[in-house]
């Protein structure tokens, strides 16, 4: 199992952009905005509960 972590962290892949991907592409269906959005990982998760209605901010 380590080995499988270690490999996609060193391929950059983290948590906070695998949500990134899963949450954009639930909204867009776009492979180039699952991508921009995934660079920006944590942020945009973050941005995302923020904004929407139920979330943290409202």
Excluded: D, E
Excluded at 8 to 37: F, R
């Amino acid at each position: 199992m380590s080995a499988v972590r270690n490999t996609a962290t060193q391929a950059g892949i983290g948590l906070g952009s695998a949500i990134a991907v899963a949450i954009s592409w639930s909204l867009h269906k776009s492979v180039v905005w699952a991508a921009i959005q995934g660079f920006f990982g944590w942020f945009y998760v973050a941005y995302y509960v923020l904004t929407r209605p139920g979330g943290i901010g409202g």
